[in-house]
């Protein structure tokens, strides 16, 4: 089979008696249930007629009825015998995607499935150890063998810190449990961190503070709001299924919708061609925009008082102990200076008098530095709250990435303030949370050690160790990466990986024998050396973490081809069936980790099977959103396994937490979290004073040590110097990049591979407004070189003891930003829906070019230490010609925004 | 089918790369009925070099419009394969925007199912011409949208199949439907056995 594209004009129909299988989406967040059809190539397929198929449909079929799109088909080997699988939305389904919608990811998720005969040939199906340069065939036993004598040599000689852990945080509880538990039970190890941050911390810190959960409301919420705010994405884009099952409907219904967005795509424009209000502000200024509105809000009186009244803390109640303890927590230190805390909305220390306070909120200003419309926030300030007349709108607010990872801290203390001033947060269609990106695959198998963290923020606390700053300053000496990229996933990306240049490609000691003490002894002498050792688990080899960089390679089985768990976006837990058998010799992550486990003397890795992995971290789940733990306990009652009962539910799942009555032998779930119109009887039909139910704070409450809601301030000047550093000087442009639908939370197999998204987008592409592409000589087709020398990077693992020591001026004065270059190449997509002045680009590369991140700044948010991913500054100058320009087979030129 | 295939003459790599596509449909029509007999499909190279490729075999010729007729960027709505279900297709002069797959002297002159291949949405109604872009959609189901211009490409959206194109042959003025590139929604097979 080719790799390009071939449309077909027939495809084969499970018969009636084909197997039936549930399963989820791969990909994104919003995880929209599968059936998975399979039957033998050797036995007849189905016909057209609705007693010849599986799905007891006459062909053919009406519209949302079931078909089956020729890219839903493929052939797999399932207990060594090829199978035809058809794999399809589920049309059953009452939850997610209702009735069976898709998006263009799931929709094409069968050609996933490891073919030879397709793209996905080159699946890794052999452990690999690299000897003289080239990556080489082992057996199971000497991969493993020579990867744990090494590791343990690393932790003995230069200790657990020596021993980095960079994994997914999201593919499925098994493996996320059992890497953690060897990383943090086990080694013990403070580098260790997850694909999309440089170190261990939360992605919200203003959520976290506030008490809010990224993801207590639940999709139906975003639909039963009557005003919706919505920052930093398009969720048809991304989380697609959120889009055109709640929220499309319910602005049919006359919902408003308010977004902040550089850039314009087709939700976007579909909610404009409906009366939305589009602010499309420059990057990075949400926070000053969401503290004009609330403060038009408050001066006003528009507030929701009563809420408030109930439900915000006054300073006393925010200083009296925040429940981890009065000094070491994260909270605390933020607070030391008074820099956010404030004593509730009103009063001398209120938030209002904080706002009113604060030049860069008044809305001309705010206005100015956005690049927007002052109009917009008296508009936006009118529609949250009613403007004061009739009843209170309710009102909701979703974030994402573009917002988050823009202003890490003041963005998102900014919209949980405003929320709370609008009434938001624990009441149907009146939430506030992340609309989310990859899907919630993660439990703690350990503790973060945080204390033999060596970095120090100021005050007593230590923070999470950045991974990637340890790396660069020579302490890493083995960097054991799980099923992600590591470097181009960071910003500033071509520093880092000059860094695994120097310290792994350059090292003077190369295996260059099959034998498998000398292969030890080699890669144990570089690690001495100062050098460093890659240890990589993945699907496919990946570019350069596995290609160029990886000593040893573990093939790993994955979606389909092991039972696992999950959970999505509104805390949706549910069992991806294995249906098929996994390539070659590949095996699951967390059996590759049980088995180095074991060979490094850990005890707790004798595990049979996923389901035995799973059943162990249940408890572990114990008290967090997902809590899938009494999900076992009724299993056993009923005298199965957790995977089986789980199975029972099929693509409907349960949303964590999950509580079980056994008075009645009932399993619920939980539609919300901070649910405030939970009563005492909906708690006791629950049974969640019984047993091993497990009663928590923020299932009628909020995450802080009172249950009320922290109003915090998020001051401009914590980031205005970053920003205003930023700030394209000289013909420079902003860029900011991110995700396209297409291809999200799906980059990892689906780009090269799976043909039909090959076509559409076979490399790279900018975005450019037509002002700055006409000043530059730039068409769309053309091949431009966004290129800067301006990226700054944080060279140095620091101990903080002034107040403003991680603040970004300070640390240029003192000598810890230095300026790094970089450059990726795109095909110029000029259109009028990205902002003036603004570029944005996919931040990863679809062909082999240098990945878009390289342009952005790899410098921590320095309260958070998340980055700033959307911060970057390029210039961009045309260098030819794309084929794509003239030719009428790849990519597409139409803009998104079309309605 | 003795008529031949009306050239057009241009200079650019695109225009030859439709004339080529066309040569070779048209050699395989010519000699198809009578040398492929026992083969239920074939893959047939529209773009040498750049590789498109589509099972076309043993569909009708239909005559469905007439090119001196057609008014710029104003769809002319027919029915093929057959008149069953989702058979519903749409023929355009797209205003002079060179188009994969096009006939007529300017290489403007597309057809394309109407049914949405995502859930089979109807797209009557939807044609937009934006500056130099022809789009279908957005479909008022899910709101995808569909490149013209690039052999019906999702441009924006939820599909995950191009939508399909009626391949088109030019008689003297007169335009034929000779065969359909991709799956129709709701159908296993485009081609229904009665």
């Known amino acids: ?899 | 089918m003795t008529t031949p295939v009306e050239i057009v003459k241009k200079d650019e790599e695109s225009a030859a790369e439709h004339d080529l596509c066309m040569m070779t449909r048209r050699r395989f029509l010519m000699t198809g009925s009578a040398t492929v007999v026992s083969v239920s499909t074939i893959s047939l190279s529209l773009f040498p070099g750049s590789s498109v490729h589509a099972e076309v075999v043993n569909y009708p010729r239909k005559h469905i419009a007439r090119l001196s007729e057609l008014k710029d960027d104003e769809p002319v709505d027919f029915s093929y394969p057959d008149n069953g279900a989702h058979s519903s297709a749409m023929l355009v002069k797209m205003g002079g925007a060179k188009a994969g797959g096009a006939i007529g002297p300017q290489s403007d002159v597309v057809a394309f199912s109407y049914v949405c291949t995502h859930q089979g949405g109807p797209l009557q109604g939807q044609y937009k011409a934006v500056d130099n872009h022809r789009v279908l959609g957005q479909c008022p189901m899910h709101l995808s949208t569909f490149d013209l211009t690039r052999h019906g490409i999702v441009a924006s959206g939820q599909a995950y199949e191009s939508l399909p194109q009626v391949l088109l042959e030019l008689d003297g003025d007169d335009i034929y439907a000779v065969g359909i590139m991709g799956l129709l929604y709701g159908r296993n097979q485009n081609l229904i056995k009665s």
Not at chain 1, 486 to 504: N, P, R, T, Y
Request: proline share 5%.
């Open chain 1, 1 to 899: 089979m080719s790799k390009e594209y071939t449309p077909r004009d027939s495809v084969p129909l499970p018969p009636k008696n084909a197997e039936k299988l549930t399963t989820c989406c791969d990909y994104c967040i919003v995880a929209c249930g599968y059936n998975v059809y399979r039957w033998p190539t050797s036995a007849a397929d189905g016909g057209p007629k609705a007693g010849q198929n599986a799905f007891g449909e006459d062909f053919p079929t009406a519209m949302l009825k079931s078909w089956v799109a020729p890219t839903q088909h493929n052939v797999v080997m399932h207990k060594g015998k090829p199978h035809n699988v058809v794999i399809i939305p589920d049309r059953e389904s009452k939850v997610v995607n209702i009735g069976g919608d898709s998006s263009i990811r799931g929709g094409t998720i069968a050609q996933k499935c490891f073919n030879p005969d397709t793209p996905t040939r080159d699946r890794l199906t052999q452990p690999l150890i690299r000897i003289n340069g080239t990556l080489q065939p082992v057996s199971w036993e000497l991969a493993l063998d020579v990867a744990a004598e090494v590791g343990k040599h690393v932790i003995k000689e230069h200790g657990a810190n020596a021993y980095s852990v960079k994994q997914f945080s999201y593919q499925f509880v098994e493996n996320t449990y059992a890497v953690s538990k060897f990383a943090k039970r086990h080694i013990r190890t403070a580098s260790f961190t997850f694909h999309d941050t440089p170190s261990d911390v939360t992605s919200t810190p203003g959520f976290r503070d506030a008490g809010f959960d990224n993801f207590a409301p639940s999709y139906k919420d975003w639909g039963d709001a009557d005003v919706l705010m919505i920052c930093g994405t398009d969720p048809y884009e991304t989380k697609t299924m959120i889009f055109t099952q709640f929220i499309r409907p319910a602005i049919e219904k006359g919902m408003k919708t308010i977004w902040l967005n550089p850039r314009e795509t087709a939700g976007l424009a579909y909610a404009k061609s409906r009366g939305a209000l589009h602010i499309q502000l420059y990057p990075g200024t949400d926070t000053v925009v969401l503290g004009a509105i609330s403060r038009v809000i408050l001066e006003k009186g528009w507030e929701d008082k009563e809420w408030i009244d109930k439900w915000v803390n006054n300073m006393w109640e925010s200083s009296s102990g925040f429940g981890q303890g009065t000094r070491n927590t994260p909270w605390q230190w933020r607070t030391t200076w008074g820099k956010f805390q404030t004593d509730g909305v009103y009063g001398k220390k209120g938030y209002k008098q904080w706002l009113l306070s604060q030049k860069e909120h008044e809305p001309k200003a705010a206005a100015v530095l956005a690049g927007i419309p002052v109009e917009q926030i008296y508009q936006a300030a009118e529609w949250l709250t009613g403007g004061g007349k009739g009843e209170r709108p309710k009102a909701s607010f979703g974030i994402e990435k573009g917002f988050y990872w823009s202003n890490n801290t003041g963005n998102t203390n900014a919209i949980s303030s405003i929320a709370t001033i609008c009434g938001a947060g624990g009441r149907p269609g009146q939430m506030v949370g992340r609309f989310g990106g990859h899907q919630r695959g993660g439990t703690g198998g350990g503790k973060y050690p945080r204390n033999k963290s060596p970095e120090k923020v100021p005050g007593r606390r230590r923070r999470a160790l950045d991974t990637d700053r340890w790396l660069v300053s020579g302490h890493t000496r083995l960097a054991h990466v799980v099923g992600t990229t590591w470097i181009q996933a960071m910003c500033g990306s071509e520093g880092l990986q000059d860094k695994f240049d120097e310290l792994v490609t350059n090292n003077p000691h190369q295996v260059r024998s099959k034998d498998k003490a000398s292969i030890i002894g080699t890669l144990k002498k570089r690690a001495d050396s100062g050098g460093m050792v890659v240890l990589d688990h993945d699907i496919y080899l990946r570019n350069p973490i596995g290609t160029k960089y990886a000593d040893i390679v573990f093939p790993a089985a994955t979606w389909g081809e092991e039972d696992f768990v999950r959970s999505n976006g509104e805390r949706r837990i549910r069992l991806y069936s294995k249906f098929y058998d996994a390539p070659g010799e590949a095996r699951p992550d967390w059996w590759i980790i049980a088995q180095l486990g074991k060979r490094m003397g850990f005890d707790g890795f004798d595990w049979k099977d996923s389901n035995e992995v799973c059943e162990e971290s249940s408890r572990f789940s114990r008290g967090n959103r997902k809590a899938y733990h009494m999900i076992k306990v009724a299993a056993h009652k009923e005298g199965k396994t957790l995977h089986q009962k789980l199975r029972e539910m099929g693509t409907e799942g349960i949303q964590g937490p999950t509580f079980y009555n056994y008075a009645t032998g009932e399993l619920h779930g939980t539609v919300r979290l901070h649910d405030t119109t939970l009563t005492e009887a909906d708690l006791q039909r629950r049974g969640e004073y019984v047993g091993a139910n497990m009663l928590n704070k923020k299932t009628t409450h909020f995450n802080t040590q009172t249950g009320r809601i922290n109003i915090q301030k998020h001051p401009w000047s914590l980031f205005s110097d970053y920003w205003s550093w930023m700030s394209p000087k000289d013909d420079e442009l902003w860029h900011t990049n991110g995700r396209i639908n297409e291809v999200w939370q799906s980059g990892f197999d689906d780009m090269e591979r799976r043909p039909y998204i090959a076509q559409r987008w076979p490399e790279n592409f900018v975005e450019i407004h037509p002002d700055d592409a006409k000043a530059r000589g730039i068409e769309s087709g053309d091949w431009v070189l966004m290129h800067s020398d301006r990226v700054p990077y944080h060279v140095h693992t620091i101990k903080g003891v002034g107040g403003d020591d991680f603040q970004f001026s300070e640390l240029m004065k003192n000598g810890h930003i230095k300026l790094d270059k970089g450059a990726a190449k795109a095909v110029a997509m000029v259109t009028p829906a990205v902002k003036k002045g603004v570029m944005y680009s996919y931040f990863l590369s679809p062909g082999k070019g240098q990945a878009s991140n390289a342009l952005q700044g790899r410098v921590v948010d320095n309260i958070s230490g998340n980055y700033n991913f959307k911060m970057g500054v390029s210039k961009v100058k045309k260098i030819g010609e794309s084929k794509y320009k003239k030719e009428f087979v790849h990519m597409s030129f139409a803009p998104r925004n079309i309605v």
